[in-house]
């Protein structure tokens, strides 16, 4: 069975300041990987999809890295903002289903 | 509208009561989802589908029960309902083939007394 984790749980960023998260999974034969954000009592959106293939996808400030051997994965989140805060969702796909991470909850200071 | 959406938003109800949570997408995707999400836990599966009258269990689909008779619609059924089964729960959709890449709903917050 997949296990995906996500460290830390939660981090405060002064504003400016760039993030770091980090996600990691126990099954290398993914499809591929996803990040996500998710506010509060919304739902999910997705911000980065990354190829087995590939090794890493960038989005304006955003920039994912994926180690399939390791079996971890960076979002780089560049020169926050205070609208950066949301909880990002780390989700690997396989067998016709994603497997989720926990979240890292994010707060931008301003 | 276009897309996916849940209904109700919110919903209260009482141990042991029958709930249905509703999902229609607009996409005609063949494979959807229900997930719920609770705290320390993150998204887990309860039921997927992958096309009409195609259904198969998830990670937690005890206590749940789905049907799939038309492609948009894919109803998720608490028979029973627990309190254990407060959570909030999203329904995705995704196209043949791409269960990888997966929109989802906004979700409903389901509280049982």
């Known amino acids: 069975k997949q296990e995906v984790t996500q460290i830390p749980a939660a981090l405060s960023v002064p504003e400016g300041e760039n993030l770091v998260l980090n996600c990691s999974f126990t099954?290398?034969?993914?499809?591929?990987l996803q990040w996500f954000r998710q506010d509060p009592g919304k739902g999910l959106t997705s911000l980065l999809l990354i190829q087995s293939s590939q090794r890493e996808q960038t989005s304006g400030r955003l920039n994912a890295s994926l180690d399939k051997s390791s079996g971890r994965s960076t979002l780089y989140i560049a020169a926050s903002q205070p609208g950066d805060s949301a909880t990002y969702l780390c989700a690997v796909s396989g067998n016709n289903r994603l497997a989720f991470g926990k979240g890292n909850q994010v707060v931008v200071i301003p | 509208d276009a897309g996916i959406t849940q209904s109700p938003r919110y919903k209260i109800t009482e141990t042991g009561r029958q709930v249905t949570l509703m999902c229609h997408q607009t996409?005609?995707?063949?494979?959807m989802f229900w997930y719920r999400q609770d705290l320390g836990h993150g998204l887990r599966l309860i039921y997927y589908s992958a096309a009409a009258d195609i259904t198969d269990k998830g990670e937690v689909p005890d206590g749940y029960v789905v049907s799939r008779s038309k492609t948009e619609n894919f109803p998720l059924t608490l028979e029973s309902a627990t309190r254990s089964q407060t959570s909030v729960y999203f329904c995705a959709s995704s196209e043949p083939g791409r269960a990888d890449e997966q929109f989802f709903g906004p979700g409903t917050r389901l509280t049982v007394l």
């Open positions: 099954d290398s034969a993914i499809y591929n």
């Open positions: 996409w005609s995707h063949s494979y």
